[in-house]
């Protein structure tokens, strides 16, 4: 096998692998040290005059470059409410596990919390099941996050937003876990669908789950932070998730080789979300405070921190010693086409049987993604 050359970045999105948007780790470092946010509504200190608060977030990754622009977001917020409103973040999934964390957000054990929707896929038919349809067609990190972006942030709908607001959740940001890569404890050959007979293989994603166990392989079912440990102890061969998940949880450390798509192979949904009974009770100040400094200003300072930790990520895999990159692409990706979209069209299919909005949530992200593409 020959190593390849970088091509378009895969990307860094975060988490839990993750987690950018949508989950942090370590703590107040500052922006200039950690390449964070320096976005800033406008308004003076001291604006809002309503009551104090205390509100507690929960994060899942452990690192804390990953989320700065997040934790700087919430530093902004309490000076603005003339430090009224204040942030008490638990990181490592302290306070709620990645399984638990939805329920906890929605019964409101958490005041804020990052959601890696995959974890939930029958809560989130329309929104994770459908996005994350094997090649839906994001081209790359950077459109994955903006259409993620519009769909549920500036151009709302009432399908996808009902799915949150019946969890008693409201979306404050998002982000995408783009592609996903196959990040291997040993250096094997795994361009072939048929290759995957035999081998055990971390997924969270509905489809790759059965498409894995068709091809005569395991998929395992565990969360993303017991990547490294099963990695590492032999419980996976593999690991099927972002390429920057993987390093974030320090998978990279324990695998010899990665093998990432020419087109994304599953996107998937990471958010950040708070309480809709805790929302519904802030004034239209604090709503605006909160929508300024986790809005555009803040998105943009994001992206322009993925593009360059991405870029380092990359050159990071190439010099890595005993570290291979593959890449499945050109005919090989219609292999992989055609051997999952049998199970790509059972899955929709059952969804169908008691989801009466599936056709309708796949025409959102479609016209979404060729809109997208047409003006940019």
């Given at each position: 096998m020959k190593k390849t050359n970088r091509l378009l970045s895969l990307g860094l999105a975060l988490v839990t692998s993750v987690a950018m948007l949508t989950g942090c780790g370590g703590g107040g470092?500052?922006?200039?040290?950690?390449?964070?946010?320096?976005?800033?509504?406008?308004?003076?200190?001291?604006?809002?005059?309503?009551?104090?608060?205390e509100l507690e977030v929960n994060l899942s990754a452990t690192t804390n470059a990953n989320c700065q622009y997040l934790l700087d977001a919430f530093d902004r917020i309490t000076k603005r409410t003339g430090g009224k409103v204040k942030f008490n973040v638990t990181m490592a999934s302290g306070l709620l596990s990645t399984k638990d964390a939805l329920e906890g957000l929605g019964t409101g054990v958490a005041d804020i919390s990052d959601l890696t929707l995959s974890n939930y896929p029958e809560s989130f038919v329309y929104t994770t099941q459908i996005c994350s349809q094997p090649f839906m067609g994001f081209k790359d990190i950077y459109t994955a996050n903006d259409i993620i972006r519009d769909v549920l942030i500036n151009n709302p709908n009432e399908l996808m937003e009902g799915e949150f607001k019946a969890k008693n959740v409201k979306v404050l940001q998002t982000g995408a876990a783009f592609g996903a890569a196959f990040i291997c404890k040993n250096d094997i050959s795994l361009y072939k669908p048929s290759e995957l007979k035999g081998l055990k293989v971390m997924t969270n994603d509905f489809?790759?789950?059965?498409f894995i166990n068709g091809m005569g392989g395991a998929a395992v079912d565990h969360a993303v932070t017991d990547m490294y440990s099963d990695l590492s102890n032999g419980v996976v061969d593999c690991a099927l998730n972002g390429a920057n998940i993987a390093k974030i949880f320090g998978a990279?450390?324990?695998?010899?080789?990665?093998?990432?798509?020419?087109?994304?192979?599953?996107?998937h949904i990471k958010t950040t979300c708070i309480n809709l009974d805790k929302w519904n009770s802030f004034d239209d100040t604090l709503k605006k405070i909160f929508t300024e400094e986790m809005g555009e200003p803040?998105?943009?300072?994001?992206?322009?921190?993925?593009?360059?930790?991405?870029?380092?990520?990359?050159?990071?895999?190439?010099?890595?010693?005993?570290?291979?990159?593959?890449?499945?692409?050109?005919?090989?990706?219609?292999e992989w086409k055609e051997a999952i979209a049998p199970y790509a069209n059972e899955h929709l299919a059952e969804l169908k049987k008691t989801h009466d909005?599936?056709?309708?949530?796949?025409?959102i992200w479609r016209e979404a993604?060729?809109?997208?593409?047409?003006?940019?």
């Amino acid at each position: 096998m020959k190593k390849t050359n970088r091509l378009l970045s895969l990307g860094l999105a975060l988490v839990t692998s993750v987690a950018m948007l949508t989950g942090c780790g370590g703590g107040g470092a500052s922006s200039s040290s950690a390449g964070g946010s320096s976005a800033s509504g406008s308004g003076a200190a001291g604006e809002y005059t309503g009551k104090e608060m205390e509100l507690e977030v929960n994060l899942s990754a452990t690192t804390n470059a990953n989320c700065q622009y997040l934790l700087d977001a919430f530093d902004r917020i309490t000076k603005r409410t003339g430090g009224k409103v204040k942030f008490n973040v638990t990181m490592a999934s302290g306070l709620l596990s990645t399984k638990d964390a939805l329920e906890g957000l929605g019964t409101g054990v958490a005041d804020i919390s990052d959601l890696t929707l995959s974890n939930y896929p029958e809560s989130f038919v329309y929104t994770t099941q459908i996005c994350s349809q094997p090649f839906m067609g994001f081209k790359d990190i950077y459109t994955a996050n903006d259409i993620i972006r519009d769909v549920l942030i500036n151009n709302p709908n009432e399908l996808m937003e009902g799915e949150f607001k019946a969890k008693n959740v409201k979306v404050l940001q998002t982000g995408a876990a783009f592609g996903a890569a196959f990040i291997c404890k040993n250096d094997i050959s795994l361009y072939k669908p048929s290759e995957l007979k035999g081998l055990k293989v971390m997924t969270n994603d509905f489809v790759m789950s059965k498409f894995i166990n068709g091809m005569g392989g395991a998929a395992v079912d565990h969360a993303v932070t017991d990547m490294y440990s099963d990695l590492s102890n032999g419980v996976v061969d593999c690991a099927l998730n972002g390429a920057n998940i993987a390093k974030i949880f320090g998978a990279i450390n324990v695998s010899k080789c990665l093998y990432r798509f020419s087109n994304d192979l599953s996107t998937h949904i990471k958010t950040t979300c708070i309480n809709l009974d805790k929302w519904n009770s802030f004034d239209d100040t604090l709503k605006k405070i909160f929508t300024e400094e986790m809005g555009e200003p803040m998105y943009k300072d994001y992206m322009a921190w993925v593009k360059a930790s991405e870029d380092a990520q990359w050159k990071s895999f190439d010099e890595a010693p005993n570290f291979k990159v593959y890449d499945i692409k050109d005919e090989q990706i219609a292999e992989w086409k055609e051997a999952i979209a049998p199970y790509a069209n059972e899955h929709l299919a059952e969804l169908k049987k008691t989801h009466d909005k599936v056709d309708d949530a796949m025409k959102i992200w479609r016209e979404a993604i060729d809109t997208y593409y047409k003006n940019h």
